[in-house]
C-alpha cells in the first residue's frame, strides 16, 4: 500500500486488551508475530489507549464505561484508526456491540483476530503447521455466546490436529467460571467452577485444551494440573 493510500485508507490498530498486554504479554507477542506473517500493517497505542470498559461496564458502572469509551474513541480518531484487530473476546464484544449503544459517532470497524487468521488461512497467507495434537476447544463466553464467532476457531484449529467437543461447546459452552468479575469476588466459586470444567474436558480423553481468552486461559491454567491449556497463539506455527 502507498502513502496516499495509507493516509485515507487509516490505520489498523492491534488492541490486546489489559489482561493480555498487562499479565500475559507473551500472547501478545504471540499474535504480533502472526499479524506480522499475514502481511499486516498495525500500529499499537501502548499507554495511549485506556481499558476497553468491560469489567465496569458489567459490573453496572455505566457512567465510567461511557467516559473510558469516550476517550478511546477520542484517542483512535485523533491516530487515524479505521479498524481495530483485538484478541481478547471482552474487548471484542464491547467495542462492537456495547460502544455502539454507549456513545455517538462510533464507527470503527472491529475484527476479533480468530477472524483475521481464519481469512488469512483461507486466503493461503498462512499455514500453520500440523502438530498432530488430539485436543478439545474451550468457547469464551464473550466469544461465544455473546458474539456468536464459533466456526473461526474451529476452522483454524482444524489445521493443525484433531478436535474433539466437550459435551457442551459452541453457545451452550460451560464457563471458565472467571468472567463477570466471579474470579476476583467469588474466588472458591471461580475455582469450584473450573474443576467442573476439567470434568467436560477429561471426558474428551485429550489431554489439551485450547482457547482463545487470555482470562479463560489463565484461569483454567491455574485449576488444571493434569491438563495441559493452551492459548491459541501459541498453537499457531
Not at 7 to 34: H, M, Q, R, S, W
Not at 70 to 90: D, R, V
Not at 186 to 209: G, P, S
Amino acid at each position: 500500500m502507498g502513502f496516499l493510500e495509507k493516509i485515507f485508507a487509516g490505520n489498523v490498530l492491534y488492541y490486546p486488551g489489559c489482561l493480555t498486554k498487562f499479565v500475559a504479554k507473551d500472547i501478545e507477542d504471540n499474535y504480533k508475530k502472526i499479524l506480522q506473517k499475514i502481511g499486516i500493517d498495525f500500529i499499537q497505542l501502548k499507554d495511549l489507549e485506556v481499558c476497553c470498559g468491560s469489567p465496569i461496564f458489567n459490573a453496572g458502572h455505566k457512567k465510567e464505561a461511557i467516559e473510558l469509551a469516550e476517550k478511546n474513541l477520542k484517542t483512535f480518531k485523533e491516530h487515524g484508526i479505521k479498524k481495530i484487530i483485538t484478541s481478547c473476546p471482552a474487548c471484542y464484544k464491547t467495542f462492537s456491540v456495547d460502544y455502539p449503544k454507549l456513545i455517538k459517532d462510533w464507527n470503527i470497524k472491529v475484527e476479533h483476530i480468530t477472524i483475521t487468521i481464519d481469512r488469512a488461512i483461507k486466503e493461503k497467507k498462512i499455514s500453520p503447521k500440523n502438530l498432530h495434537l488430539k485436543f478439545t476447544y474451550h468457547d469464551p463466553c464473550h466469544l461465544s455466546k455473546h458474539c456468536k464467532i464459533i466456526k473461526e476457531p474451529r476452522e483454524i484449529l482444524k489445521n493443525i490436529g484433531e478436535l474433539k467437543e466437550m459435551r457442551l461447546s459452541g453457545e451452550n459452552s460451560f464457563c471458565c467460571g472467571a468472567g463477570s468479575g466471579v474470579k476476583n469476588n467469588y474466588k472458591e466459586l471461580a475455582n469450584e467452577i473450573a474443576i467442573e470444567k476439567n470434568k467436560m474436558i477429561k471426558e474428551t480423553n485429550c489431554k489439551t485444551v485450547i482457547t482463545t481468552c487470555p482470562m479463560c486461559y489463565l484461569h483454567l491454567k491455574e485449576n488444571s494440573k493434569d491438563i495441559e491449556v493452551k492459548e491459541l497463539s501459541e498453537v499457531i506455527k
